[in-house]
């Protein structure tokens, strides 16, 4: 079982900017293909952000695009949401997941196996 611990959620002011980030166990880290989703209340769970296992190909959600950016340092076994000019509509609690089968960069959380225990942000007009 691979362990995923999220760190770096909080309250922010609109337009403010928080960098997530999501420290895994294991050695196999650089094998997941990794992701960001978020779940506000009363909400389906929403795809954020997704990276390949080496980085060379990332995917958004349209209403992040621009102002989010996924990276990882498997080095370091940590996945990175860095959001920039935050809005109100982005308040949820955002998970971290990995994608074991580790091809491409998908969206459905199905595919991911592994998760966090979700950081809470919330941002505030």
């Known amino acids: 079982q691979v362990q995923l611990v999220e760190s770096g959620g909080g309250l922010v002011q609109a337009g403010g900017s928080l960098r997530l980030s999501c420290a895994a166990s294991?050695?196999?880290?650089?094998?997941?293909?990794m992701g960001w989703f978020r779940q506000a209340p009363g909400k389906e769970r929403e795809f954020v952000a997704a990276?390949?296992?080496?980085?060379?190909?990332?995917r958004y959600e349209d209403s992040v695009k621009g102002r989010f950016t996924i990276s990882r340092d498997n080095a370091k076994n940590t996945v990175y949401l860095q959001m920039n000019s935050l809005k109100p509509e982005d308040t949820a609690v955002y998970y971290c997941?990995?994608?074991?089968?580790?091809?491409?960069?998908?969206?459905?959380?199905?595919?991911?196996?592994?998760w966090g225990q979700g950081t809470q942000v919330t941002v505030s007009s």
């Open positions: 294991g050695r196999a880290f650089s094998t997941y293909a």
């Open positions: 997941a990995a994608d074991r089968l580790g091809v491409g960069v998908r969206a459905y959380y199905g595919y991911y196996e592994y």
């Open positions: 990276i390949s296992t080496s980085t060379e190909s990332t």
